[in-house]
Every structure is written in structure tokens, then in C-alpha cells.
């Protein structure tokens, strides 16, 4: 009983863990997504190219103007579902299980089969981006394209496997409903998923790795060569969360008990969630440059103007300062001095006297 309540503990922890985790990661993929919306929508005179539908799908499909379809958001919001569900488990309690386990098996289960989709459509996003910015040769291209495509392909029927090797399919997570399940056999999907996650870890350092041999034989300063690299680069820290879920997803091979089963699927989602998270940021932050320089160019023109406003304060103070031996009032109110006197010089050489006037201001 003590090591069951460890156990449970550890679990617990990690959740809460996980959670603290994950969210700065998302609201950091977020803002970098939203920043490049802007700057292809508003900063760029290029059209709208495959890119941008590829990636603007795997964050939010817009279906019309009230409708959307959200495959990361779908991805964080299950995900902590899973965390949540698991947390109400409580394996000291055994009759309580059937009402709980059901629930955090098949969050769990769901949000590692959802990253089939929300991982590997970015990756087809960042294909077409590739495409647009260096225009490979031609058997470049195809095999770019070929890979991502094909990969997305792949991910679409391991997401359906998910829910079909099992009838009822129910009952892969609730067997207590459904003891009489007939499936086949776990390890057919576990090794379907490690096609998949394997070839999605390639894919990442593959198109992390492309950009820096063309990037380097350009006719560019060097720093700004390595800087450029790095940015385009971002995929090999994906391509580092790919290998740990790969690693992770090996936990599930052979006959995991319902507990083992809930409990590792939560940890490849947490792998999952963060590998995301970083796949959009790859395919985001090298698009985002022209809104960035266009707010450089903004903040820099309003300081120089209050700069000069500042000079031109300062230069007239020191005249004032010179001129009357103190500084100037204040500019507020404009005050004119009209002081004048008036004069009468009769003039004797003619018959007629005019009278001359002279203003004194």
C-alpha cells in the first residue's frame, strides 16, 4: 500500500509539473503566431503563399468568420484534461477506479493521438516556407514536399488506427464497461507511432539543418549569417523533444496494465505538448521579421523626434539664460509689450504745417 501511495504521489507532482511547464511554452508559441499573422497580413507585400495556409490550419482553420477548427489549441486544452482527470484517480480507493481511470485513459490516449495531426501539419508548413524563401532545384523541391506531405499522410491514418484497433473501441480505455474487448494487438499501434515520431524527429533536423548550408555560401556579413542560421534553425531544439518521445513511447510496448497505460501516455504528452509547442515557433519566427522592423522603425522615428525636442528645449534655455541672465519663462502664454509714445516735430520750411509722428515700440 505504502508504494502504491508513492507512486500516486510522484504521479500527482508531475502533473501539477507538467502543467507549469507547458503553458509558458504555449503562450509563448502563441504570441510568436499571432506576431506572424500580422507581419504576413499587414508587413509584407508577398501573397499569401501554401506556407501560411499550412500553419494558420495547424493553429486555427478558419471555416468562416464565426466558425474555426483548432488543432494546437485542441492539442493544450486535452492535454491538461488528461492532467486534470488523472488527478482525481486515486488507486488507494479501488472501487472509486471504474468512475476515474476510464477518464484520464482516455484523455491521455487522445492527446498523444491528436499530436499525430498538430505536430506534422506545421512541418508541411515549414516544407512550403523553405520553398518560397531559397527556391530550391526543382528534385529539391519534390523531395521536400514528398517527405512532409507524405509524413502528414502517414500521421492521418496512425490517428485513425488509434480508434478502430479496438471493438468497441471504448474499450481500450474502459475495459471495466467493456471487458469482452477484441483488438489487436497494442504493439501494432506503438510501432506505427514510432515510424511516425521517428520520421518527424528526421524531418526537424532535416529542415532545421537545410537552411544553414544555403544560408552560408550568401554574400552576407558573418554575424549576420549565424544569426539568420539560428533563426531558421529553432527545428533542431523539436528535433531534441522528438528523440525523448520517441524514447517515451517505447514504455507502451508489450501488455501495460490500465495504470502503466495512463500514467506513460500522460508523459509522451507532456514530450508531445512541448515538441509542438517548438515546431511552431520554428515555423513562425523566421516570418515575423518584418513586423519586427517595422516597430523598430516606429519606436526609433517617435524617440529621435522627442530627442530633438528635448535638444531644442535645452539650446533654448541656455540662450535665455545668456541673453537675460535668466532662464526663460514659461512658453505656456505669449505675452507683447505695446508701449509707444508719440511725438509732434512741427517743421517751419513750408506755409503749411504737417506734423511728422514717431513710434517708439
Given amino acids: 500500500m505504502d508504494e502504491i ?85 486515486d488507486q488507494t480507493k479501488p472501487s472509486s477506479l471504474p468512475q476515474t481511470v476510464p477518464a484520464a485513459t482516455f484523455w491521455a490516449l487522445f492527446t498523444d493521438s491528436w499530436v499525430f495531426l498538430s505536430v506534422t501539419l506545421p512541418k508541411v508548413g515549414v516544407a512550403f516556407l523553405l520553398i518560397r524563401i531559397f527556391r530550391p532545384r526543382p528534385w529539391v523541391r519534390t523531395t521536400i ?45 506503438i510501432d506505427y507511432s514510432l515510424v511516425g515520431s521517428s520520421t518527424s524527429a528526421f524531418l526537424d533536423l532535416a529542415f532545421a539543418i537545410y537552411p ?13 549569417k549565424i544569426s539568420t542560421m539560428g533563426l531558421m534553425g529553432l527545428g533542431l531544439a523539436s528535433f531534441a523533444l522528438g528523440v525523448v518521445k520517441v524514447s517515451s513511447n517505447t514504455t507502451l510496448l508489450g501488455t501495460p496494465t490500465l495504470t502503466e497505460l ?34 523598430r522603425g516606429y519606436f526609433k522615428t517617435n524617440w529621435s523626434l522627442k530627442s530633438n525636442a528635448r535638444q531644442y528645449h535645452v539650446e533654448e534655455h541656455s540662450l535665455g539664460i545668456v541673453g537675460n541672465g535668466q532662464p526663460p519663462g514659461s512658453t505656456d502664454q505669449i505675452r507683447v509689450r505695446q508701449d509707444f509714445t508719440m511725438k509732434q516735430e512741427p517743421k517751419a520750411e513750408s506755409n503749411i504745417a504737417v506734423s511728422s509722428y514717431t513710434f517708439e515700440m
Fill in 145 to 189: 514536399l514528398s517527405a512532409a506531405l507524405g509524413l502528414f499522410a502517414i500521421c492521418i491514418a496512425g490517428f485513425v488506427i488509434c480508434f478502430v484497433q479496438c471493438n468497441p473501441v471504448p474499450g481500450q480505455w474502459d475495459p471495466y464497461r467493456y471487458p469482452e474487448v477484441k483488438g489487436w494487438p497494442r504493439n501494432v499501434q
Fill in 212 to 224: 544553414g548550408f544555403v544560408i552560408w555560401n550568401l554574400q552576407m556579413k558573418t554575424w549576420k
Fill in 262 to 295: 495512463y500514467t506513460d501516455a500522460l508523459h509522451i504528452g507532456f514530450w508531445n505538448s512541448l515538441e509542438n509547442d517548438f515546431v511552431i515557433l520554428a515555423s513562425c519566427l523566421p516570418s515575423i521579421m518584418p513586423l519586427i522592423t517595422s516597430c
Fill in 5 to 89: 501511495v508513492q507512486k500516486q504521489k510522484e504521479l500527482i507532482n508531475f502533473t501539477y509539473h507538467a502543467a507549469v511547464a507547458a503553458w509558458p511554452f504555449f503562450t509563448i508559441s502563441t504570441t510568436i503566431f499571432i506576431m506572424r499573422t500580422i507581419s504576413r497580413l499587414w508587413f509584407t507585400e508577398g501573397d499569401i503563399g501554401w506556407d501560411d495556409i499550412a500553419i494558420s490550419i495547424s493553429w486555427v482553420s478558419v471555416l468562416d468568420r464565426l466558425k474555426f477548427r483548432i488543432l494546437n489549441v485542441v492539442r493544450m486544452v486535452t492535454f491538461q484534461l488528461a492532467l486534470s482527470a488523472t488527478r482525481r484517480v
